[in-house]
């Protein structure tokens, strides 16, 4: 799901309803999933109304717990409740989905961010993914087949062969 707001809006407040859309197809058919197993997310999603969500959905929140929320427990002594539970290990796995925003960050067609129009900015964002999963899946299949993955020299976004693959390579 792609859901585009303004840049002055925080992340925060869109998770309600980004969960409220989630739909994961089932591999084997039948009714998509709607409850992931864990959320991974940044501090910034650390409020009690979060995790009481996340709760109630049996949802495993993997944040961290902010230095102020921290000071703020410990200072109530025992009446400030316990830790939050965080899996710092499973935390760690949180940089692969930062490193696929930069991916569509540094797109040039996105980076600029000439578009007027939040549909039209969407839209850029959906071809991104769309070259960004046929790059993933031509990778696969080289992968599969044993054939070279590697450029073989070719410039980025062009097969051995010199023709272009997708339109997020450098032309």
Same mark, same amino acid.
């Given at each position: ?9 925080? $992340?925060?407040?869109?998770? &309600? ?5 989630? @739909? #994961?197809? +089932? ?5 998509? +999933? /709607? ?11 650390? @409020? ?13 929140? #993997? ?6 929320? *921290? ?5 109530? %002594? ?5 830790? #939050?539970? !965080?899996?710092? *290990?499973?935390? *760690?796995?949180?940089? &692969?989905?930062?490193?696929? !925003? ?18 039209? !900015?969407?839209? %850029?964002? #959906?071809?991104?993914? /769309? ?6 899946? *031509?990778?696969?299949?080289? $992968? &599969? ?7 073989? %020299? ?16 450098? &032309?």
């Amino acid at each position: 799901m792609i859901a585009v707001t303004p840049g002055q809006a925080g $992340d925060s407040p869109q998770l &309600v309803p980004l969960l409220g859309e989630l @739909s #994961v197809d +089932r591999l084997g058919g039948g009714r998509p +999933r /709607t409850t992931p197993t864990a959320l991974r997310a940044d501090k910034a999603y650390s @409020s009690r109304a979060h995790r009481a969500l996340l709760r109630r959905r049996g949802i495993t929140a #993997v944040i961290p717990e902010p230095d102020d929320q *921290k000071r703020n427990r410990a200072r109530r %002594g025992s009446r400030g409740g316990r830790p #939050v539970g !965080f899996d710092a *290990k499973d935390y *760690k796995g949180r940089n &692969v989905v930062e490193r696929g !925003f930069n991916q569509f960050k540094n797109w040039r067609g996105l980076a600029t961010r000439y578009d007027k129009h939040a549909l039209v !900015f969407r839209g %850029g964002l #959906v071809l991104r993914a /769309t070259c960004s999963g046929y790059d993933t899946l *031509k990778r696969h299949a080289l $992968d &599969v087949l044993g054939q070279d993955v590697g450029d073989g %020299g070719a410039r980025r976004g062009e097969l051995r062969r010199g023709r272009p693959f997708g339109l997020g390579g450098g &032309v």
